[in-house]
């Protein structure tokens, strides 16, 4: 059963105007084929017809299968949701019609787990990596540097910039970070710049010690409880924390996640990305919404996984970028445990903002079939963000879709790297 969405401790920061809103409303109208007077934005219905295949993620309808495929299918959207989906001989009138022209839909792509609010990029690092030559360039700490001189404008253009992408590629709902600041007012800028384009906020002051506190600390984990947290909090959902040798131990992750809950924060955790730790089962007793990474796991981590509500959210994008060890996403379903695919894009171990490339790897190099890649970067990037109205197309549910230039979603996987998005409806609108 999907987890119910928890209320956020404030409402959450309304997001500025989608820049891309006048050039989607154009469109779409220029997409559709009128059938009958317009209503108002807020009622006006449209039927897109000749679904080759459309994954809806309602295992009750369709094929029955986890993703509710139905064939030769059409679904309604009616101001910005939902209204009905079912085989297309059965499609009720609407106000406007969109021929999908043989093609797949699904769900927009859920991206829950992202650092997009930085400055510069880390090419030379990579560059370095891939050449196989040993690198001292300071990792994260070259971005918080970068990040710290940003002015405020550059920041939002470059997080910008990445949304825009991300669109494109079929993304209509994404989790994003702090982490790159690392002073009470770098990282509360990075939070209400943020909060001006989701409310799928996360805090992760503790993402490293930096350098200024590098000989205490015990002091910056009371700086980001404490002062770091006050200024955040405002801005924030979620609560995240590095819990990884050279980063912060369990001890330190406990009490920065607990005083986030205490703030109203629900928590998350990067875990056992790099080696066998604690992060995965503080994460399961803490109820975090998601445990990030899990590449490095035991028997003890899978079995606490599969009997609690956090989600393993899978990232092959930090996989492929520095060619380590691919998460095992095989041995985590078959025990039952609930997987997300993200694509973790930051400037250094994962700089891709295409969900269709994380899917692609995920079939083929951590053992998913299409049909489990695809339900994971939709319903499971949903169940990680504890959502219940994203990454499914069923009554009720926000009308965010993706239209593929491909009769089939296994074509993600079948035809990796084609560009194959054709069009995105984001709340309704088509954006792409």
């Known amino acids: 059963m999907t987890p119910g969405r928890p209320p956020p401790a404030r409402p959450p920061p309304a997001p500025e105007p989608d820049p891309t809103a006048d050039q989607a409303s154009k469109d779409a109208m220029s997409n559709a084929t009128t059938v009958s007077p317009a209503h108002s934005a807020s009622t006006a219905s449209t039927l897109i017809t000749n679904i080759a295949a459309l994954v809806t993620n309602d295992p009750s309808l369709g094929d029955r299968s986890p993703l509710g495929l ?10 910005d949701r939902i209204a009905w989906t079912g085989h297309q001989s059965k499609a009720p009138a609407t106000d406007s019609r969109v021929d999908a022209d043989g093609r797949a839909v699904l769900p927009g ?9 930085f400055a ?16 001292s360039a300071g990792g994260i700490r070259t971005t918080v540097a970068a990040t710290r001189a940003a002015t405020d404008e550059e920041l939002e253009a470059n997080l910008t910039r990445y949304l ?8 209509t709902t994404f989790e994003t970070k702090s982490g790159y600041g690392l002073t009470v007012a770098d990282e509360s800028r990075a939070l209400r710049l943020a909060a001006r384009h989701t409310d799928e906020v996360t805090y992760l002051g503790a993402h490293i010690v930096p350098p200024d506190h590098a000989d205490d600390p015990a002091g910056y984990v009371a700086l980001v409880t404490g002062e770091m947290l006050d200024a955040c909090a405002p801005y924030a959902r979620w609560i995240d924390v590095f819990c990884e040798k050279g980063a912060f131990d369990g001890d330190q992750a406990r009490a920065i996640l607990t005083a986030g809950k205490a703030k109203g924060l629900h928590p998350r955790i990067h875990a056992n990305q790099l080696s066998q730790g604690p992060g995965v089962r503080l994460a399961v007793e803490l109820d975090a919404a998601s445990a990030d990474h899990c590449t490095h796991l035991t028997d003890a981590d899978i079995d606490a996984l599969a009997n609690s509500r956090t989600v393993a959210t899978l990232l092959p994008g930090a996989e492929f970028s520095t060619r380590a060890q691919w998460p095992d996403a095989r041995r985590l379903l078959d025990a039952g445990v609930t997987v ?11 700089f891709t903002s295409s969900m269709p490339f994380c899917v692609a790897l ?3 190099d951590m053992g998913m079939t299409p049909d489990e890649a695809v339900w994971s970067a939709t319903a499971g990037g949903a169940q990680a963000l504890r959502r219940t109205d994203i990454g499914r197309l069923t009554p009720g549910a926000r009308a965010d879709l993706t239209l593929l230039d491909a009769p089939s979603h296994v074509h993600l996987a079948y035809r990796p790297g084609v560009p194959l998005v054709a069009g995105v409806w984001r709340r309704g609108v088509r954006v792409v």
Not at 164 to 171: K, N, S
């Open 70 to 79: 139905i064939q030769d299918a059409a679904v309604v959207i009616e101001g």
């Open 109 to 117: 792509f859920v991206d829950s787990h992202s650092h997009l609010v």
């Open 120 to 135: 510069g990029d880390r090419t030379q690092e990579f560059n370095a990596r891939m050449s196989g030559r040993p690198y």
């Open 164 to 171: 825009r992408e991300a669109l494109r590629q079929g993304t």
């Open 340 to 350: 997300a695919l993200s694509t973790d894009c930051n400037p250094g171990s994962s």
């Open 362 to 364: 995920a079939v083929r």
